[in-house]
């Protein structure tokens, strides 16, 4: 667990939201506004660096966002080709490495072949990494969790009777990824849209009304600092938690 003083978070996971309704307001399609979000990941994931954030996860792609138009999904497939692309040199400039959430084997077969290139190339890094979740769902992540669960019981690789949080957290896509610390969604909506529904169970929430591709370093350091101004206590009490009066 982590001390509950530690006021910069060891993960950072953000929901990037409002890009359709910052193109928008300008007139535009809303792909220009993903067009901007992707600005946005570059600019957050060096201020996340900047900050001494070691890890930070990006909810770029929900299992429910097949839904929209097909010529919308097509382009976020596009803009997440392109960003994979240039970013490789960035990531491994500078030594941060990327990892996966999500069913990422139903992704378009150029995205799956670009993330398993950026993954190798990028695995021996240590002091950063970078989580993207990609047609994610955390319900889904569940379902395929107790699946494989179950598969290993009756393969006889786990007892059902040492069943514990520890043992089934190892079949969740965040197995080697700690629990965020600090959830962000931006856009001004309150709600978690099916993400890390099991890993935010002690996270501290930030809220902000700023729309994704507008959000900047500053926000970021905003929400950081209200995250250090909360007290985390873990189902114990305030007095528990201060050191002993003497
Ligand atoms: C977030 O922006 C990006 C994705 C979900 C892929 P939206 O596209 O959801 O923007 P709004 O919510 O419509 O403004
Ligand atoms: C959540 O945003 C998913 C991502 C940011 C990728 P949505 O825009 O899809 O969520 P809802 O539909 O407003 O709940
Ligand atoms: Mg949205």
């Known amino acids: 667990m982590p001390s509950p003083s530690a006021s910069i978070p060891t993960h950072v996971a953000i929901i990037m939201d409002g890009n359709g309704r910052w193109a928008k307001q300008r007139g535009l399609p809303r792909i220009e506004g993903h ?12 201020a996340s660096r900047e900050l001494g954030i070691r ?4 909810y770029a792609f929900s299992v429910e966002n ?26 491994v400039k500078d030594k941060v490495r990327l990892l ?22 990028t695995s021996s890094f240590t002091g950063h990494t970078l989580v993207l979740a990609l047609n994610y769902g955390a319900r889904t992540e569940m379902v395929d969790a107790a699946r494989a669960y179950a598969q290993a019981v009756a393969a006889g690789e786990v007892k059902l009777n040492d069943s514990s949080w520890e043992t089934f957290s190892r ?70 938690l201060k050191p002993a009066a003497t």
Request: hydrophobic content about 45%; aromatic content about 10%.
């Open 171 to 240: 079949y969740l896509n965040t197995a080697d990824i700690p629990d965020p610390d600090l959830v962000i969604r931006t856009s001004g909506e309150m709600r978690i849209s099916n993400f890390l529904l099991l890993q935010a169970a002690y996270a501290e929430f930030v809220f902000t009304p700023v729309l994704w591709p507008d959000f900047t370093k500053a926000d970021l350091a905003a929400a950081v600092e209200t995250y250090a101004k909360r007290e985390r206590r873990f189902g114990l009490t305030s007095e528990q």
């Open 100 to 121: 996966t959430i999500g069913r990422t084997q139903e992704m378009p077969e150029n995205v799956r072949t670009l993330l398993q290139k950026a993954v190798e190339a």
């Open 35 to 46: 067009r901007r979000g992707v600005d946005t990941v570059r600019t957050i994931i060096n």
């Open 66 to 91: 097949w839904k929209r138009p097909q010529d919308e999904v097509g382009a976020l497939m596009g803009l997440l080709e392109y960003f994979l692309k240039k970013e490789l040199a960035n990531l």
């Open 55 to 58: 890890y930070i996860t990006l």
